[in-house]
């Protein structure tokens, strides 16, 4: 659904992305781990359009996405930290979205519902704390029913109750048919949804596997074991 | 674009600056003309308050705005929106906001002091100024990703385009005094903005008979259609190519 060929990026002297390969598939639910500052959030980027990188190309079913913005009707995003206008409310924010949006997909407001977003929606961006403006972001994510999911760190700052939903919402939409792409350090949390795992580092993709052959690569039982063995073989 | 310039023109009306700053034109204006007994001495106050207040305003207003809009470029980018339309959108509700509070502010009281002929020409070349400066500050706004040095460029400009550019142009003028550098004078005029609408207006006033000599040739030049023609091609290319020049890096900026 998704391809990756050969791209790279450099931010000053600092190679971000070296010559990336991947292919994900539609149905799969992906965990994009690494250590702080290995490229993760530039790769997201990159796939959005928000980052143009020096070399390669990035396919959505099969369209190069250069010179494209279309294929973002398909998209969700969930930004790591939600920058918004400061002086819009949450109401007028998820308006122009759906506004924007063009209303060609069904609504799903389930977590607008579920975050109970309808009594804030006055509240100015700038006054949010940094959980309910997670919230925004997640209920904007999943409101157009994408195909695709790419979610940078969705739990954090959210408090457990919201944490949970949205993890709920994550599984349905994975059990739905959507990619989801998702970056995150609590492993544990990731556990039972994740599919496959890419793991990067200093730019390079070192690995993307099933979860069940890196289990038994590492031989450990959980997926966050087996991500701290592989951190332990792969040399600084 | 029309979705997105709806939200950009009520952002910016709900900015009190651009209020504001239509108030104070207001009332520089009306207070020129109402002090001076005659009115093409107000026409000359109003004119110097304009050329100076006008570029800066906004040049300033809009390089602020651009930055504080970068969350809102942002929040659009990962949406199926064209990241050339957020630009354009962002350009058109400026320069159109500042445009007409120059034309509520100054505008008026202009129409009815002035005579017809100046008072349109003066509100045609404020306009210009208010767009010219708009994209000025679209290009430093994009020249740096930090705020404090885009508006430090953009004040910079304003000052080499208000001030600094005359002191060169007379610097020279006396210089070459000996020679006869009128006709390249009115060239050198062209490469400001704020020069060229400075002598498209006071070619309209008798006060140009008093300009002498170069008076004389800027009138020759200035004063005729085809040197109108060419001084509104020149002040809209002023808008097009820096514009031109924002937008394509626009185009390939990393959010």
């Known amino acids: ?236 | 674009m029309r979705k997105v310039l709806k939200y950009v023109s009520l952002d910016i009306l709900k900015n009190n600056i651009v209020f504001a700053y239509a108030i104070m034109l207001a009332l520089f204006s009306w207070s020129a003309f109402g002090l001076e007994d005659n009115a093409s001495k107000g026409i000359l106050t109003v004119l110097n308050i304009i050329l100076l207040t006008v570029p800066l305003v906004s040049v300033l207003f809009a390089t602020i705005y651009v930055y504080n809009s970068s969350e809102f470029i942002e929040l659009l980018v990962s949406h199926p929106v064209k990241r050339g339309m957020i630009w354009k959108a962002l350009f058109t509700g400026l320069s159109s906001s500042l445009a007409l509070a120059y034309l509520l502010g100054a505008g008026i009281p202009i129409l009815l002091f002035a005579d017809f002929y100046t008072a349109v020409m003066m509100i045609v070349t404020g306009i210009f100024l208010s767009v010219i400066f708009v994209a000025i500050a679209f290009l430093s706004s994009i020249l740096t990703r930090d705020k404090a040095k885009g508006i430090g460029i953009s004040v910079l400009l304003w000052l080499y385009f208000s001030l600094l550019f005359d002191g060169l142009v007379l610097f020279l003028f006396f210089q070459f005094a000996d020679y006869p550098i009128e006709k390249a004078v009115v060239v050198l005029s062209a490469l400001s903005p704020v020069d060229l609408c400075r002598i498209l207006i006071l070619l309209h006033l008798d006060v140009s008979a008093m300009l002498g000599h170069t008076g004389a040739v800027f009138k020759n030049f200035f004063g005729t259609d085809w040197g109108l023609i060419l001084s509104f091609t020149i002040l809209t290319l002023w808008v097009v190519i820096p514009f031109a020049i924002s937008l394509k890096k626009f185009k390939r900026k990393d959010l």
């Open chain 1, 1 to 236: 659904m998704i391809e990756v060929k050969g791209i790279s990026k450099r931010f000053g002297k600092l190679q971000v992305l070296n010559n990336i390969n991947l292919e994900l598939q539609k149905g799969e639910c992906i965990a994009l781990v690494g250590p702080n500052g290995c490229g993760k959030t530039t790769l997201i980027k990159s796939i959005l359009g928000m980052v143009l990188p020096d070399k390669g190309d990035i396919f959505f079913n099969r369209k190069n996405i250069q010179n494209d913005n279309e294929y973002r009707n398909h998209i969700g995003y969930m930004p790591q930290i939600g920058r918004y206008p400061e002086n819009m409310t949450i109401g007028q924010v998820i308006d122009m979205i759906k506004n924007i949006r063009n209303g060609k997909h069904r609504e799903d407001d389930d977590l607008f519902r579920q975050f109970e977003i309808e009594s804030m929606l006055f509240k100015k961006m700038r006054t949010l704390s940094g959980g309910t403006t997670q919230k925004v972001s997640a209920t904007l994510a999943f409101m157009f029913s994408p195909q695709v999911l790419i979610l940078d760190e969705p739990t954090a700052g959210l408090d457990p109750l919201a944490a949970h939903i949205l993890k709920e919402k994550i599984s349905t939409a994975r059990r739905n048919g959507c990619l989801i792409l998702i970056t995150s350090h609590l492993l544990t949390e990731l556990e039972d949804m994740v599919s496959q795992v890419i793991f990067m580092q200093e730019g390079n993709v070192i690995l993307h596997k099933n979860t069940a052959d890196l289990k038994e690569m590492t031989g450990s039982e959980t997926l966050a074991t087996s991500v701290i063995e592989l951190l332990k073989t792969i040399p600084q």
